[in-house]
């Protein structure tokens, strides 16, 4: 039983930065992980995943060069958000997968947190 409750999402100005934090608490063994986003009346689409070890990353194209996804492989994972931009306003979620990753399919991930909301300002 695995349960993720994501954090530091709000309001910020375009150009700023946020960190997105996932904790993850139960039993946990080689899950990958992944950010994804939802903006009202769009599909969940994948932001940027992670392997269970943490040394293979994939990025959306949208968010390539601005956004970095980390992990410590105990109980936390990160979404580091810079540059942001009002397009990158969304419900995040943080999602666990049983497969080694990165893996970009919504489908296959087993656990997900409730979401929290980022809004980005012009």
């Known amino acids: 039983q695995v349960q993720l409750v994501e954090s530091g999402g709000g309001l910020v100005e375009t150009g700023g930065s946020l960190r997105l934090s996932c904790v993850v608490s139960g039993t946990f063994s080689r899950y990958s992980m992944a950010w994804f986003r939802q903006a009202p009346g769009k599909e969940r689409g994948i932001v940027g995943a992670?392997?269970?070890?943490?040394?293979?990353t994939f990025y959306e194209d949208s968010v390539k060069g601005r956004f970095t996804i980390l992990r410590d492989n105990a109980n936390t994972v990160y979404l580091e958000m810079n540059s942001l931009k009002p397009e990158d306003t969304a419900v995040y979620f943080c999602?666990?997968?049983?497969?080694?990753?990165?893996?970009?399919?919504?489908?296959?991930?087993?656990?997900w947190g409730q979401g929290i909301q980022v809004t980005v300002s012009s």
């Open positions: 992670i392997s269970w070890r943490g040394d293979k």
């Open positions: 999602a666990a997968s049983n497969g080694l990753g990165p893996n970009l399919r919504p489908d296959v991930y087993l656990y």
